[in-house]
């Protein structure tokens, strides 16, 4: 069986920030795929320039998510005409506020599908989506790719330069 992880992990630390973006993305498009992206992240934040991965790391994982919108986008057609007429009951609850859930809910490690695929099945607009989801990764990444930074400095102070990231790798 083919690992997954190991590739994805392999080819961010390989091609760094291009890598970090085709790992977010490709992580991200899987809808439940449980790969997990910050590690990615946290990995390599202490080679890379955090803004540039969180930014780099942010556009692939929200471009990768557009697959969970058009995934619930698609459930919405072929759901019934009464399961229709509930969603437009809550797409018009959302409207005035779901950017700014949507917001929220990305800038948390939450398994992005949660609110992806509602999204789309709500038909909610797609560029407000995108807008959010994607400021909302940047945000989460960059705030990640320090907090790695920092993270792996204190490890290093502790353990010494050379076992850092096999001791973070051995813990998971």
């Known amino acids: 069986m083919v690992d997954v992880t190991s590739i994805l992990t392999d080819l961010a630390v390989r091609y760094g920030y291009l890598g970090v973006f085709a790992t977010t993305l490709l992580g991200s498009a899987v809808p ?3 790969f997990p992206n910050l590690l990615a992240v946290v990995l390599l934040s202490n080679f890379l320039d955090p803004p540039q991965l969180g930014l780099l790391a942010g556009l692939g994982g929200s471009l990768g998510k557009v697959t969970s ?8 057609g072929l759901s019934k005409t009464e399961t229709r007429s509930k969603l437009d009951v809550v797409r018009g609850l959302l409207g005035r506020y779901g950017t700014l859930w949507i917001f929220i809910l990305a800038v ?9 695929i509602p999204m789309g099945m709500l038909n909610f607009p797609f560029w407000r989506f995108l807008l959010a989801n994607t400021l909302g990764k940047i945000i989460l990444y960059t705030a990640v790719a320090y907090l790695g930074r920092f993270f792996l400095a204190a490890l290093a102070d502790f353990l010494g330069e050379g076992e850092v990231i096999a001791t973070v790798l051995a813990f998971l």
């Open 32 to 34: 439940f795929l449980p």
């Open 69 to 76: 919108y058009l995934l619930g986008k698609s459930g919405y």
């Open 108 to 116: 948390t490690p939450l398994r992005d599908e949660v609110y992806a």
